[in-house]
């Protein structure tokens, strides 16, 4: 058996506090914000522009199934804008370098 089962299916009580601390980390609920990292013609670059513009905007945030979550919607906004800016960028430049 697994440890991961052991954890979250079975829900061993020896495992109740990793449980609880995990939970207390992640806090998802509150990260309802989301965008989705396969965007833009599912193009390669995107899910990298946005994990740059999270980094440069120093937003906290959760990956959670296949997209990118944020606390505001104001923050989720700011991080979009960023990241097609510079998607926008690395497309322009790669269409001039050929």
Known sequence: MGL???IW???????????????EYAKLHEFTHRIPRRQKNRCPVWPRCLDI?????????????????????AERDAVRALAEALWEERLSASVEER
């Not at 299916?9 to 939970?23: A, C, G, K, S």
């Not at 980094?55 to 199934?65: C, K």
């Open 4 to 6: 991961n089962k052991r």
């Open 9 to 23: 299916i079975d829900r061993d009580p020896v495992y109740e506090d990793v449980r609880r601390q995990f939970l």
């Open 53 to 73: 513009a999270a980094a440069r905007l120093n937003f906290e945030h959760r990956r959670i199934n296949g997209g990118v979550c944020f606390r505001t919607e």
